[in-house]
Nanobody, 115 residues
């Protein structure tokens, strides 16, 4: 079967940074686009960023310039570098197969931004 395991979340102060990882298995990882999405408490699922198989990256306006998506095809792993974190970035972060928020996703990793 397929599996996605997110890690790297935690609690940080505003302005801090985190690096999220998503280890995958069971996919032809290098051929797929991959997406990060999040769900904040009481809010809808929000698309954050997608990286396609050519390494082209696309970002939501809310995270552009602060977050960076990347991939390591040799390790079948997706990453999301979170910089200049804001309190509104608090939420559960998920990696998702494909180019939008509707694919297969993992259990998520929690990010809490608080002073």
């Amino acid at each position: 079967g397929v599996q996605l395991v997110e890690s790297g979340g935690g609690s940080v102060q505003p302005g801090g940074s985190l690096r999220l990882s998503c280890a995958t298995s069971g996919f032809t990882f290098r051929l797929l686009a991959w997406t990060w999405a999040r769900q904040a408490p009481g809010k809808d699922f929000e698309w954050l960023a997608t990286i396609d198989s050519d390494d082209d990256a696309y970002y939501a306006d809310s995270v552009k310039g602060r977050f960076a998506i990347s991939r390591d095809n040799a390790k079948n792993t997706l990453y999301l570098q979170l910089n200049s974190l804001k309190t509104e970035d608090t939420g559960m972060y998920y990696c998702v197969s494909g180019s939008n928020s509707n694919g297969v996703r993992g259990q998520g990793t929690q990010v809490i931004v608080s002073s």
